[in-house]
T-cell receptor, first 118, second 113 residues
Framework: EPEVTQTPSHQVTQMGQEVILRCVPI?????FYWYRQILGQKVEFLVS????????KSEIFDDQFSVERPDGSNFTLKIRSTKLEDSAMYFC????????????????FGDGTRLSIL | KQEVTQIPAALSVPEGENLVLNCSFT??????LQWFRQDPGKGLTSLLL?????REQTSGRLNASLDKSSGRSTLYIAASQPGDSATYLC????????????FGKGTKLSVIP
């Protein structure tokens, strides 16, 4: 079964450094998402992306964050200047295009990238 | 703002027992609800998606029900096995121009052999 792939599985970075998290969504999917989960807390939505632009973002997704689809297969999340509180598990997800079934398409998640800020 | 709550936070049962995990949400205007499984240090595996027009959805030993008007869903696991041990998350999709899933904190299930 097709799956969402994320690299690296674990990233350790010094505070203030830039970090790029990479994702390869399921190939025929057109909607892409980033979520994060701080240890012991809920999974939180960061951003959704469709047709090469952000369709929705949360309050967490401030100017330090950006997303990009640099080619036909990759989807990246960049954090420009990392802070200690950015330490979390970051999940990428993708879903099928919105079809005649409306919004009833499941989101499929990758295994996540554990980001540790020192 | 949609809030999702899962009770209990943790549950320990002997192998073979049937069990029910609960999820409640504050805004009943949802398009669907997804149940996920999360193993330690791993990603989220989608188990079931139940649409707002549906009452139940089944996959193998799993059965999810949805009572949209009361803002509740349950995940029923029949004949539990040690391999079912994981954290189970529910997430609601409200649609209406929003694409985000809103998650509960999860129920950590331990099935004792």
């Amino acid at each position: 079964e097709p799956e969402v792939t994320q690299t690296p599985s674990h990233q350790v970075t010094q505070m203030g450094q830039e970090v790029i998290l990479r994702c390869v969504p399921i190939s025929n999917h057109l909607y892409f998402y980033w979520y994060r989960q701080i240890l012991g807390q809920k999974v939180e939505f960061l951003v959704s992306f469709y047709n090469n632009e952000i369709s929705e973002k949360s309050e967490i997704f401030d100017d330090q964050f950006s997303v990009e689809r640099p080619d036909g297969s990759n989807f990246t999340l960049k954090i420009r200047s990392t802070k200690l509180e950015d330490s979390a598990m970051y999940f990428c997800a993708s879903s099928d295009p919105i079809t005649g079934q409306g919004y009833n398409q499941p989101q499929h998640f990758g295994d996540g990238t554990r980001l540790s800020i020192l | 703002k949609q809030e999702v709550t899962q009770i209990p936070a943790a549950l320990s049962v002997p192998e073979g027992e049937n069990l029910v995990l609960n999820c409640s949400f504050t805004d009943s205007a949802i398009y669907n609800l997804q149940w996920f499984r999360q193993d330690p240090g791993k990603g989220l595996t989608s188990l079931l998606l139940i649409q707002s027009s549906q009452r139940e959805q089944t996959s193998g030993r799993l059965n999810a029900s949805l009572d949209k008007s009361s803002g509740r869903s349950t995940l029923y696991i029949a004949a539990s096995q040690p391999g079912d041990s994981a954290t189970y998350l529910c997430a609601v999709f409200s649609g209406a121009g929003s694409y985000q899933l809103t998650f509960g904190k999860g129920t950590k299930l331990s099935v004792i052999p």
